[in-house]
């Protein structure tokens, strides 16, 4: 059984900075990019970042470069989302995602699993 479970959100004021985690199970993490999304309310799923099966690719979305750096450890079967300066707009559930595969994708249907989401909160 698949599981990708995500940790570390929670209420930040804006100007801090968050690492999210999502450990991984069940599957050949080597195999899988992996990717961060998110969602907040009232919007459609947006796509963070991204990363290569040996970590040496990465792609964000315009809104969050030069803040955010997606990084993953494969002896931990674990992947990161460090997220500086964050700003109120960043507030979502964010979702980590598995996508098997050499190809580092932004679109959220080339993902194969996903968690169950992370909340991230930033105040004003």
């Known amino acids: 059984q698949v599981q990708l479970v995500e940790s570390g959100g929670g209420l930040v004021q804006a100007g801090g900075s968050l690492r999210l985690s999502c450990e991984t199970s069940?599957?050949?993490?080597?195999?899988?990019?992996m990717g961060w999304f998110r969602q907040a309310p009232g919007k459609e799923r947006e796509f963070v970042a991204a990363?290569?099966?040996?970590?040496?690719?990465?792609t964000y979305g315009d809104s969050v470069k030069g803040r955010f750096t997606i990084s993953r450890d494969n002896a931990k079967n674990t992947v990161y989302l460090e997220m500086n300066s964050l700003q109120p707009e960043d507030t979502a559930v964010y979702y980590c995602a598995a996508s098997r595969g050499a190809v580092v994708f932004t679109t959220q249907s080339r993902y194969d699993y996903w968690g169950q989401g992370t909340q991230v909160t930033v105040s004003s």
């Open positions: 990363i290569s099966r040996g970590g040496s690719g990465t």
């Open positions: 069940g599957l050949t993490f080597t195999v899988y990019a």
